[in-house]
């Protein structure tokens, strides 16, 4: 059971990327999964979750940017970020409740991915 997150990469300002978040082993518990990131220096951070219904949530610094979406049927969680600025520049992270086995479920961290945003 693990969570694979992948996507990251270097872009400049304005531009998009789009991380995957995809559950192997087990699926998605009724919990939220939840994108963080974590800068150098700084503590890592909420920046955006979903339910298993789809409602949303975004922290301030990338609300109007940052779309996240899941396919249910993948397993897999997406953050589409657009408009992107060097202060995006960190290690994004996605966290899930994983059934492990069924009907207990545990957390799980994906391994991180890293997003570069230069100016």
């Known amino acids: 059971v693990q969570l694979q997150a992948s996507g990251g990469g270097l872009v400049q300002a304005g531009g998009s990327l789009r991380l995957s978040c995809a559950a192997s082993g087990s699926t998605f518990s009724d919990n939220a999964v939840g994108w963080y990131r974590q800068a150098p220096g700084k503590q890592r951070e909420l920046v955006a979750s979903i339910t298993l219904s789809g409602s949303t949530n975004y922290a301030d610094s990338v609300k109007g940017r940052f779309t996240v979406s899941r396919d249910n049927a993948q397993n897999t969680v997406y953050l589409e970020m657009n408009s992107l600025k060097p202060e995006d520049t960190a290690v994004y992270y996605c966290?899930?409740?994983?059934?492990?086995?069924?009907?207990?479920?545990?957390?799980?961290w994906g391994q991180g991915t890293q997003v570069t945003v230069s100016s």
């Open positions: 966290k899930a409740a994983l059934y492990d086995p069924y009907p207990y479920s545990h957390d799980y």
